[in-house]
């Protein structure tokens, strides 16, 4: 597709379930973020992919927390033993530069996926 | 200390009216680059126009405009002839260059609302 693809749109889980999150970034784009939005809140950065660098892993919240991006495409975030405060919205980005600067490094967002534990 | 600060939680406008959303910005580094993004109920991050720090006009993008005011590290987002459709929360952002993180920074955002 043209956007930037995220699936599930939403995902309800128990408390102590791991869960995955996927993110389809538009075609060509080198770096991939993954965000994530409580409720009324601004975006927290959790995790970057630029190439083939090591990702910068500093916003991860917890060790629960892990992300990996195959074949420079494809990003899945998966999070472990949840817990209700994961509850949230995670946003997958993706621009077509990471370093540079400008109009480039633009972020085109998914459409998130609304993560509930119950 | 916040790097990006909107300080109107919620605003109420009038159709057809303009309004302006504000941001302030910190940053020690002299490359940097702003955004605003419109993020609708539906939940994606729209893209709404982008202002470098060495930009010396104003960026504008349809009814969206930036009053970019660099001595004051504000980054005012106007949006002329406001429509129903607007409704929605915007967030601004910022970039630093070479002397800082390349991940964007996001404010928390502020809740629009247009009145018909």
């Given at each position: 597709g043209a956007g930037v693809s995220q699936s599930p749109s939403n995902k309800v889980t128990e408390k102590g379930k791991d869960v995955e999150l996927r993110c389809d970034p538009i075609s060509g784009h080198t770096a991939l973020y993954w965000y994530r939005q409580s409720l009324g809140q601004g975006l927290e950065f959790l995790i970057y992919f630029q190439?083939?660098?090591?990702?910068?892993?500093?916003?991860?919240?917890?060790?629960r927390f892990s992300a990996e991006r195959t074949g420079g495409s494809v990003s899945t975030l998966t999070i472990q033993?949840?817990?209700?405060?994961?509850?949230a919205v995670y946003l997958c980005a993706s621009s077509q530069l990471g370093l540079a600067g400008g109009v480039q490094n633009i972020q085109y967002f998914g459409a998130g996926t609304r993560l509930s534990v119950l | 200390a916040q790097k990006i600060t909107q300080t109107q939680p919620g605003m109420f406008v009038q159709e057809k009216e303009a309004v302006t959303l504000d941001c302030t910005y910190d940053t020690s580094d002299q490359s940097y680059g702003l955004f605003w993004y419109k993020q609708p109920s539906s939940g994606e991050m729209i893209f709404l126009i982008y202002q470098g720090s060495y930009d010396e006009q104003n960026a504008t993008e349809g009814r969206y405009s930036l009053n970019f005011q660099k001595a004051r590290k504000s980054a005012n987002l106007v949006i002329s002839a406001?429509?129903?459709?607007?409704?929605a929360m915007y967030f601004c952002a910022m970039r630093e260059g070479?002397?800082?993180?390349?991940i964007p920074t996001f404010g928390r955002g502020t809740s629009l609302i247009v009145h018909p």
């Open positions: 190439g083939n660098s090591a990702p910068d892993k500093s916003g991860l919240p917890s060790d033993r949840t817990q209700q405060e994961d509850s | 406001s429509q129903l459709g607007d409704s070479r002397g800082g993180s390349y």
